[in-house]
């Protein structure tokens, strides 16, 4: 199985960045995809941005963070990072570290979850 440790949350004002990590360890050469959710109080957990492990690294992003936020990994070292800019309000949420693959069966594995406050 796979376990995620992430890192990098906090508080920020408006208009800043902050960046996040996250390590996965255990059967990571299984992994196929790489992503970020955030929840925020009373809504639903979205997707941030995603990326595969694959050469290439094909990205998916929210609509709502498009042109702000980039994700990107470093395969060698099993991290996975979102880098935050332009950071507004309505982003403060728990941001969640997800990551899928296969390895004697489907698998979707969650991390403990940051909180990432924007002040205005």
């Known amino acids: 199985q796979v376990q995620l440790v992430e890192s990098g949350g906090g508080l920020v004002q408006a208009g800043g960045s902050l960046r996040l990590s996250c390590t996965a360890s255990?059967?990571?050469?299984?992994?196929?995809?790489m992503g970020w959710y955030r929840q925020a109080p009373g809504k639903q957990r979205e997707l941030v941005a995603a990326?595969?492990?694959?050469?290439?690294?094909?990205?998916d992003y929210a609509d709502s963070v498009k042109g702000r936020f980039t994700i990107s990994r470093d395969n060698a070292k099993n991290i996975v990072y979102l880098q935050m800019d332009s950071l507004k309000p309505e982003d403060t949420a728990v941001y969640y570290c997800n990551v899928d693959g296969y390895w004697y069966g489907v698998y979707n594995v969650w991390g403990q979850g940051t909180q990432v406050t924007v002040s205005s």
């Open positions: 990326i595969s492990t694959s050469t290439g690294g094909t990205t």
């Open positions: 255990g059967s990571t050469f299984s992994i196929h995809h």
